[in-house]
């Protein structure tokens, strides 16, 4: 059995999606079961979608584009051990008397 979460994370836009094969019933507060004809959809979503409840029953799950993630800038030592491997690369290179 799948449940959900019925209000999405704060700042999120993301609605947590649970499975316990062993339930038959919704077993958390604040969540809702997923009916069969809709767990490929929660689980496609991967929880970033809009869900339609009527009657306290999730008729419907709409998907929603994940957010890309923001650019960071490498630290300083990913830098370093970048610089580190390009230059191995090029002794490497003139090692075997190879030119670019």
């Given at each position: 059995?799948?449940?959900?979460?019925?209000?999405?994370?704060?700042?999120?836009?993301?609605?947590?999606i649970q499975?316990?094969?062993?339930?038959n019933s919704c077993w958390l507060d604040g969540?809702?079961?997923?009916?069969?004809?809709?767990?490929g959809k929660a689980v496609e979503s991967?929880?970033?979608c809009h869900l339609v409840?009527?009657?306290?029953i999730l008729v419907d799950i709409e998907p929603r584009s994940?957010?890309?993630?923001?650019p960071r800038e490498p630290t300083p030592e990913e830098d370093r051990e970048g610089m580190l491997v390009d230059h191995e690369y090029r002794l490497t290179l003139l090692e075997l008397?190879?030119?670019?």
């Amino acid at each position: 059995m799948h449940i959900i979460k019925i209000t999405p994370l704060e700042g999120a836009d993301f609605h947590p999606i649970q499975s316990q094969s062993h339930r038959n019933s919704c077993w958390l507060d604040g969540y809702i079961a997923v009916p069969e004809h809709l767990v490929g959809k929660a689980v496609e979503s991967s929880g970033f979608c809009h869900l339609v409840i009527q009657d306290d029953i999730l008729v419907d799950i709409e998907p929603r584009s994940m957010p890309e993630p923001a650019p960071r800038e490498p630290t300083p030592e990913e830098d370093r051990e970048g610089m580190l491997v390009d230059h191995e690369y090029r002794l490497t290179l003139l090692e075997l008397g190879v030119s670019e």
